[in-house]
């Protein structure tokens, strides 16, 4: 099964944390055992695992992130000026795949799934596919 959500952002950086989100896809799947697949189809943002019980955490991943890959550079020449939300995005990846067994996504106890932005306020798709097996 496929489903396609979208998320408004509101900064230019953030995460959005969707583990709710696809535990509720893999609920309505049905499916037991297999794999989930979540996918973001966008060159400035991502798909991360991270802890999601202290929200400190994600704002000291965002803080640290821009200061390795800082928004102006003198030596960033994409004449669009979001280079660094391209680098950002490569780090976190475009997909993660998840594994399911007895109709639970295995976590660990502090993990999250977060769709991440960094060239926002914009509004994001992402996709999660549910595969049996």
């Known amino acids: 099964m496929l489903f396609k959500h979208q998320y ?8 959005h944390d969707i ?22 189809p966008h060159t400035t943002a991502g798909i991360t695992i991270n802890e999601n ?23 960033y020449h994409h004449f669009e000026g979001n280079s660094h939300a391209h680098m950002k995005s490569t780090i976190f990846n475009a997909s993660q795949t998840f594994i399911v067994s007895e109709g639970k996504i295995i976590l660990g ?7 991440c932005e960094f060239d926002g ?13």
């Open 53 to 75: 019980a202290d929200p400190d955490v994600v704002r000291d991943m965002l803080n640290g992130f821009e200061r390795a890959f800082p928004t102006n550079h003198p030596d």
């Open 109 to 115: 106890t502090w993990q999250g799934i977060y769709l």
């Open 19 to 40: 583990t709710q989100q696809i535990q509720e896809d893999l609920k309505k799947s049905q499916i037991q055992d297999g794999i989930i697949v979540v996918y973001t």
């Open 8 to 15: 408004q952002f509101s900064k230019r950086m953030q995460m």
């Open 121 to 133: 306020p914009r509004n994001r798709t992402y996709y999660v596919k549910v595969l049996e097996g």
